[in-house]
């Protein structure tokens, strides 16, 4: 008997060939292009049956909203168009997605800011939009530079917030998103984040699958809620008929309903655990009790000064880096910092809300001492070298 | 003196090519087999309004990003940047390593007796290389400065070669692209195009190989070695 196939092979509306999620992230032969992060974003949504994306210019993300249009243009993306602002551009791809297509846009700094209101809006829609956000300073004065204060911001909007490092980490990321968002048990929008300019007009190595493989489309009848059904009147444009009255079943919804979508991001663990292989990622010697918590460019910062560390000083050191900060890692962060004596957080902003996450996290789970340093914005870079002298004057002090 | 990493910080003026010559310079040593990252300072540039650009090239991975506080190498694109103070940096040579290398745009001589004692200190090689006059010579456009910058930056520091180099350029100019519509005028079209192209990568390349044979002359009559060991990676095909 000849082995005989049954799975019919099936091509999306751009014609190339559904595979898998763990087909395409993991087992389908890469090739090695070198591209900046914009042009990686290109990449990942040409590979991603995306149905929707909507787009308004702001530095540091025009390139990568730009590059999604082209994609349009090379039909690969099914509906593109610019939006009169952030604002206009996050209610629409709501729409988009609320009819149930696969959708996703870009924005940094004070689009984001503008766009705000509709973030929880997303998630408390449950809808499964991407949004990648390049993370650029918020004014005054004025900085088009990179500064993630904003991801502080979008902390507690129920969207999932994930920290691409590189080029790669946001290819990868950005399929792997549009999977566990629209999961069925899990079903809210994912932030996939990047320091603007660091990995946006950064160019480098990065590995790709071919091109004529997608994801699966979206199957938005597998959805927790009902899409938008224009044919079958009154059209469901809303998902809050509550809200109207003041009574106290309206807020016993609101607020059950709100604690579901925190549970549906802790519902994506297993998932966000798979397609991203781990929630969290070391690097240098895993016994040191020196340790930097870290995401983002501030990982690969942090990389360089254990590397320095270790050839110029002869002190072992390890970075963490946080792949996903909502969910947050608890478990993985508490292990993976159980023989550490001294934890440094350095961030790309002056709140330090990456510092607060890890103090909530290890309180009463470590007798590390956290420092929240270094701590640069406005578009500084931080170099290993700053890192390594943080380190020293702490260790002279003791 | 061999180091693992070399980086390049490229101080010039907007519309000179530094962020083109970083990406040149950078996916060329990608192309050599060796770790390389590159970007543009994080600004709104504007013609003439100090610009920067910078590579990184190593034998590990890089994870650094951003400004580079502490180069190897300058290359300063324009008299500007000295003369004027357009730069990011004051002076523009701040955090140079020791051992380093300053390429100047430049027939004459900028620094000041007080600039050459400090960077003799550290050993620091300074070459006046006046690219832009040897881009119009070669290529008849000064447009070719950032081209005749990045050949003399490898004749100098060499390890990354001319065929590495010609990929590099080839890259910036001869990107993929789809042509979906297909229409006998369209491709005709781009054909006209293409022809240009080519034109102006021939000159590109030309101007780039003189630059690196009349650099690596200079850095062989100073005793200047390769600055990095040889490529750990073989050369791969960049699609």
């Given at each position: 008997m000849s082995n005989v196939s049954t799975q019919e092979v099936q091509y999306n509306k751009s014609g190339q060939r559904i595979v898998s999620p763990d087909y395409l992230l993991f087992e389908a032969p890469?090739?090695?292009?070198?591209?900046?992060?914009?042009?990686?974003?290109?990449?990942?949504?040409?590979?991603?049956?995306?149905?929707?994306?909507?787009?308004?210019?702001?530095?540091?993300?025009?390139?990568?909203?730009?590059?999604?249009?082209?994609?349009?243009?090379?039909?690969?993306?099914?509906?593109?168009?610019?939006?009169?602002?952030?604002?206009?551009?996050?209610?629409?791809?709501?729409?988009?997605?609320?009819?149930?297509?696969?959708?996703?846009?870009?924005?940094?700094?004070?689009?984001?800011?503008?766009?705000?209101?509709?973030?929880?809006?997303?998630?408390?829609?449950?809808?499964?939009?991407?949004?990648?956000?390049?993370?650029?300073?918020?004014?005054?004065?004025?900085?088009?530079?990179?500064?993630?204060?904003?991801?502080?911001?979008?902390?507690?909007?129920?969207?999932?917030?994930?920290?691409?490092?590189?080029?790669?980490?946001?290819?990868?990321?950005?399929?792997?998103?549009?999977?566990?968002?629209?999961?069925?048990?899990?079903?809210?929008?994912?932030?996939?984040?990047?320091?603007?300019?660091?990995?946006?007009?950064?160019?480098?190595?990065?590995?790709?699958?071919?091109?004529?493989?997608?994801?699966?489309?979206?199957?938005?009848?597998?959805?927790?809620?009902?899409?938008?059904?224009?044919?079958?009147?009154?059209?469901?444009?809303?998902?809050?008929?509550?809200?109207?009255?003041?009574?106290?079943?309206?807020?016993?919804?609101?607020?059950?309903?709100?604690?579901?979508?925190?549970?549906?991001?802790?519902?994506?663990?297993?998932f966000a655990k798979h397609y991203l292989r781990g929630l969290v990622e070391e690097f240098g010697n895993p016994d040191a009790d020196i340790v930097f918590v870290a995401a983002g460019t501030a990982a690969s910062q942090a990389k360089e000064a254990v590397r320095l560390l270790k050839d110029e000083e002869g002190i072992d050191a390890k970075v963490v880096k946080l792949k996903t900060i909502r969910p947050f890692p608890y478990d993985e962060l508490r292990a993976a910092v159980k023989n550490a004596k001294y934890i440094f957080v350095p961030e790309f902003n002056v709140a330090g809300w990456l510092e607060r996450e890890v103090r909530k996290a290890l309180y009463k789970y470590s007798d590390a001492e956290i420092i929240g340093a270094p701590r640069v914005a406005g578009g500084m870079t931080m170099p290993a070298e700053v890192i390594v002298s943080e380190v020293l004057s702490n260790l002279r002090v003791k | 003196m061999k180091r693992k990493r070399v980086n390049i910080r490229m101080p010039g003026l907007g519309g000179q090519g530094a962020v083109t010559a970083a990406h040149i310079i950078a996916t060329a040593a990608d192309y050599q087999g060796y770790y390389a990252v590159s970007n543009p300072f994080f600004g709104a540039e504007k013609r003439m309004a100090p610009a920067e650009s910078y590579a990184r090239i190593g034998v590990e991975p890089i994870f650094d990003r951003g400004e580079v506080v502490y180069p190897d190498v300058i290359m300063v694109f324009h008299n500007h940047v000295i003369t004027m103070g357009k730069s990011y940096t004051m002076p523009f040579y701040s955090g140079i390593k020791k051992n380093g290398l300053i390429i100047i745009n430049s027939e004459e001589d900028l620094l000041s007796p007080g600039d050459k004692a400090y960077l003799d200190s550290l050993g620091v090689k300074v070459y006046n290389f006046p690219a832009t006059k040897f881009a119009v010579e070669q290529a008849g456009t000064e447009l070719a400065t950032n081209m005749a910058m990045v050949g003399a930056l490898f004749g100098c520091i060499g390890s990354v070669g001319l065929e590495a180099i010609e990929e590099g350029i080839k890259a910036r100019f001869l990107k993929k692209f789809v042509a979906s519509g297909g229409t006998a005028s369209l491709d005709s079209a781009l054909e006209r195009k293409f022809k240009k192209k080519l034109e102006l990568i021939e000159k590109n390349l030309n101007t780039a190989r003189a630059a690196y044979e009349l650099a690596s002359s200079w850095a062989k009559s100073q005793g200047i070695e390769d600055f990095l060991p040889p490529p750990p990676n073989k050369k791969v095909e960049v699609a």
């Open positions: 890469r090739e090695k292009f070198f591209m900046t992060g914009s042009e990686a974003v290109k990449e990942a949504v040409r590979r991603a049956s995306v149905d929707a994306s909507v787009s308004y210019p702001i530095t540091p993300q025009s390139e990568a909203a730009h590059l999604i249009g082209e994609l349009w243009v090379e039909g690969y993306v099914g509906v593109y168009f610019r939006g009169e602002s952030e604002f206009g551009v996050m209610s629409e791809v709501a729409g988009c997605a609320l009819a149930g297509a696969r959708t996703i846009t870009t924005t940094s700094g004070p689009g984001t800011l503008r766009a705000f209101e509709n973030f929880p809006m997303w998630a408390g829609t449950r809808i499964p939009v991407q949004l990648v956000l390049m993370a650029r300073g918020v004014n005054a004065p004025l900085s088009i530079q990179p500064d993630n204060l904003e991801v502080g911001f979008l902390l507690d909007t129920g969207c999932m917030i994930w920290y691409a490092e590189n080029a790669q980490d946001l290819f990868d990321m950005i399929l792997a998103g549009f999977v566990v968002a629209e999961h069925p048990s899990v079903h809210v929008p994912v932030i996939t984040v990047v320091d603007g300019f660091f990995v946006s007009h950064t160019r480098e190595a990065i590995m790709l699958p071919p091109d004529d493989i997608a994801l699966p489309p979206y199957n938005p009848y597998k959805a927790p809620m009902p899409v938008i059904d224009l044919e079958a009147p009154p059209g469901r444009f809303l998902r809050d008929p509550f809200v109207m009255k003041s009574n106290y079943i309206s807020y016993a919804t609101h607020a059950s309903w709100q604690f579901e979508v925190r549970a549906a991001i802790e519902r994506s663990r297993p | -």
